[in-house]
């Protein structure tokens, strides 16, 4: 009877480790390290992580949240590893818009993926009682891409900690890496990249050409019609940025982009007092062609903006992980002020809400009434 048990429980570790290995779905090596007990609940947002531990977080808030949040495979990078990105969606049946958010495009700017997971678990822990998220939810599904340029992060980890670009491989073999920020199909290497495979700046061998960009570029434009706002998440120089980089021209809604921008840069600043500027690529920071944000709007999404996060000039990308937890709580207000303002104007304050807020006014009044 007690082989019998043993026997049991050793099939069950080896089916269960069995399964839990393949929803992996190769991890790569990192994973191995890290393999040890492993709970979402003791899981540090204010820590940095390795590519391993985020594939691991993923699958875990993916079962874990089953009924808001599925994994999906977005492409594999050059090296062959799989993109995945969240889908946050309440069960409905109406039509909902969608809200894209990818973090870690340069791999060097950790604090990135360390916001992506910060407002995945921010959403998911507070989605229920938070009314205003609640209400966001209704009408809106979020689109998490926690990692972009998943080769180059590994290469940030384990190689070169200033690492940018890709790793995909030019010039037979003689030189690495793709700005994937200047890889979209917008004005492609007409200013502020390089042709220069050497380059930091080097936007690959033609727009588009690399896998990762392919990925994002591919699930964005099938979509277009349905997303309202496309943020991506960088570092460093507190800068809330509107399209355009490659040209001091403004977009369509420039005004609105500005007004909700400076709204969110200053919800930002209520937070922790940091500021943040608001402005065009071309006005406030520098030239740039092929960069996610100018595509996104030039293909139809009203909303685009680029989040380059703490610091402003003391650590820069190498920001002290002291520094995670209030540059990610700040940068959440910014990012809730702008899908508040998104959602309010596609679905502005329903009769229902003036009725309850006019109920509570009531209520109030009653209550001070009968203390006299
Ligand atoms: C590329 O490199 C390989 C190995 O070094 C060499 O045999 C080949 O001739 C090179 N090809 C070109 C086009 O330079
Ligand atoms: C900027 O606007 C001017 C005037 O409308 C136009 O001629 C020019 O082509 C625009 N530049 C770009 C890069 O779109
Ligand atoms: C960032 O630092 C620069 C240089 O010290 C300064 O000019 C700029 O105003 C600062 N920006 C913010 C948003 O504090
Ligand atoms: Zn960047």
Redesign the pocket.
Known sequence: MKQLLVISYLFWVLVLGGLGYRSLAQPGPEVAETASPWSLETYQYNRYHPMGEIYQWMSQIAEKYKDVVTQHYLGMTYEMRPMYYFKISQPSNDPKKIIWMDCGIHAREWIAPAFCQWFVKEILQNYKDNSKIRNLLRNLDLYVLPVLNVDGYIYTWTTDRHWRKSRSSHNNGTCFGTDLNRNFDV?WC?VGSSKDCNDLKFCGTGPVSEPETKAVSSLIDSKKENILCFLTIHCSGQLILTP?G????KSSNHEELIQVGQKAANALKAKHGTNYRVGSSADILYDTSGTSKDWARDIGIPFSYTFELRDNGTYGFLLPEDQIQPTCEEAMEAVLSILGDVHEKYWPSNSAAKVTSTTVVLSLLMAFISLF
């Open positions: 004005h007409t355009y490659y040209t001091k021209n």
